[in-house]
């Protein structure tokens, strides 16, 4: 009759063995959802500049044509001025493009630049690239953003 | 055997008492987000149309109702923006493409909620909701007008309601009765003759006819459905009561509309559209013209003097940034056709922008199975579902009309 207990006790381990596969896949999501690189500020392909990429309002908003600003330093930290700048990007998991062709349209001083026109339509994974051309050469860096 | 079956009742008791502990709902935190970002009640109000002084004019909105009921307003008396748009249809016409004067390549567009669009049309060939409203006016399939005709006919019906609203008519005793830029030949050789100060004026008066119409169509909205009162009981953690409750087929085809199915990708927002444009690989219909959706539009936004940075716009420039920044050119816009909103789809068949379904299951099995396209990339790739998800997704879609 102390059968039964052993299979009580099979079963309390079997939900045991459950509850700890659970918490393992729990605790291990976050980590697969952390994905690409979101820093906001980093050195430039070939570590010309540093560049470094918000949004201007400071939140980025979902389907909402919004305005960011790239700052550009040189790795000694100074300014980047007269910079030409081009924009591409899109959702690499997709495999489209920007839905908008955000551009360059005002530089703000110190080495800031408004990129206006960016916008996001669905939540995911975007890059945007951009091509930098000023005095010190060119340099692309690459931006994620995840929503 | 009674030991063997307190056993099994023991792992039950086990099995039940873990599924209990993970919550009783059957959408993960994620998911519950997902839900309450369709849901009506985060539509935000509707915001001034900056371009358009008149937008939120009440005067203007009776004109423009008025306009949009006449048929009057067509070349031969026959045909009215409400022929195609009809009110009791959700201002669409069940049909697989639009017959006005002639018939023409697509589906009327239904139009709640359509104020909140950054582009109009199915290829989104018109950027503000007054320049779109002055293309079927012309459209010789559809009202087949000419904007000379227009102006006479306004001062003539309308006239002291226009006035009270956009200031005096300009003198048009010299004006031609029929002229235009785009109608016929003869239409257009007597437009060119016409002084461009004439030109201007019944170009303004054109314009102010849209702005009308615009004011109206601003008041035409979506309506709550089963899925947000359900999406509003969820958020707050009430038990959906009466028909707000989905069935496990409708949760099912939730799950996969927000999840496996990828849907929302696109069909995404209180709208379920993302407002871009998308090749999904709908094919063309034979006999009709060719197609090539967005990458068509482009060039013919641009060049409508009644865009937004034309100088038929209200207030600055800064409105205009959708033009400014649209994509111009590249593989993705080639038959890219904009996302529609889901609200009410369901009672709306024929699908997409040539009618090319005419049932929700047609349209599911189109995306299971994400035929290439005939030009241009589909953006959807086979999803490969079962039948039951395939119903699933039907059901689902069936809750936003209800």
């Not at chain 2, 069935?247 to 407002?275: M, Q, W, Y």
Request: aromatic share 8%; with cysteine.
């Amino acid at each position: 009759m102390a059968s039964i207990w052993r299979y009580i006790l099979a079963g309390l381990g079997l939900a045991a063995l459950l509850v700890g596969i659970v918490a393992v896949v729990y605790l291990t999501l976050p980590h697969s959802a952390s994905g690409p690189d979101r820093s906001r500020s980093k050195k430039t392909a070939n570590g010309l500049f540093v560049a470094s990429f918000e949004p201007e309002r400071g939140v980025i908003r979902q389907g909402e044509l919004q305005s960011w600003l790239l700052t550009l330093k040189t790795a000694a930290g100074a300014p980047v001025e007269g910079a030409a700048i081009t924009v591409s990007g899109g959702m690499p998991q997709h495999n489209h493009g920007l839905p908008t062709s955000p551009q360059a349209t005002d530089y703000l001083g110190e080495g800031r630049y408004r990129i206006d026109g960016v916008k996001f339509t669905m939540s995911g994974w975007w890059q945007l690239h951009f091509g930098i051309s000023a005095a010190a050469g060119s340099d692309s860096v690459v931006f994620n953003v995840v929503l | 055997m009674s030991r063997l079956t307190s056993v099994a009742c023991l792992l039950a008791l086990a099995a039940l008492v873990l599924l209990g502990g993970c919550g009783e709902p059957q959408f993960s935190d994620a998911e519950k987000k997902t839900i309450a970002s369709l849901a009506l009640n985060t539509l935000p109000s509707l915001k001034p149309d900056t371009t358009n002084q008149y937008a939120d004019v009440p005067a203007a909105a009776a004109l423009g109702s008025t306009l949009f009921f006449d048929a009057g307003m067509s070349r031969d008396g026959t045909v009215s923006c409400s022929t195609c748009h009809k009110i009791d249809r959700q201002f669409q016409d069940d049909l697989p493409q639009a017959v006005g004067i002639g018939h023409t390549n697509r589906r009327t567009m239904p139009l709640a909620g359509v104020a909140r669009n950054p582009w109009f049309f199915w290829d989104g060939r018109r950027d503000s909701l007054w320049a779109q409203a002055l293309t079927p006016l012309e459209n010789p399939l559809e009202q087949a007008g000419n904007r000379a005709a227009f102006a006479h006919y306004i001062k003539k019906r309308f006239g002291e309601r226009y006035e009270r609203i956009f200031g005096r008519l300009p003198d048009l005793s010299t004006v031609p009765a029929n002229a235009s830029p785009l109608g016929s030949d003869a239409e257009k050789a007597v437009w060119n003759a016409m002084p461009a100060s004439q030109q201007d004026d019944v170009n303004r008066v054109y314009a102010n006819i849209g702005k009308a119409i615009a004011a109206f169509e601003r008041s035409i909205e979506p309506e709550q459905t089963r899925f947000d009162r359900f999406a509003i009981d969820l958020a707050t953690g009430a038990r959906p009561e009466g028909n707000a409750a989905f069935s496990p087929e409708e949760i099912l085809g939730l799950k996969l509309f927000i999840g496996k199915a990828n849907c929302v990708t696109c069909h995404n927002g209180p709208r379920f559209t993302d407002n871009a444009f998308h090749n999904t690989g709908v094919p063309p219909v034979d006999g009709l013209p060719p197609d090539r959706g967005r990458v068509d539009a482009v060039a013919q936004v641009e060049a409508d003097p009644f865009n937004c940075l034309g100088k038929f716009r209200d207030g600055d420039e800064s409105a205009c940034r959708e033009l400014r920044f649209m994509v111009k050119d590249g593989p993705q816009i080639m038959r890219a056709y904009k996302t529609p909103s889901l609200r009410a789809a369901a009672d709306r068949a024929p699908y997409m922008h040539a009618g090319q379904f005419a049932t929700l299951d047609e349209v599911v099995a189109h995306y299971s199975k994400a035929p290439p396209s005939v030009e241009g990339v589909s953006e959807v790739h086979p999803l490969d579902l079962s039948d039951r998800e395939r119903a699933a997704l039907v059901a689902f879609l069936k809750t936003l009309s209800d």
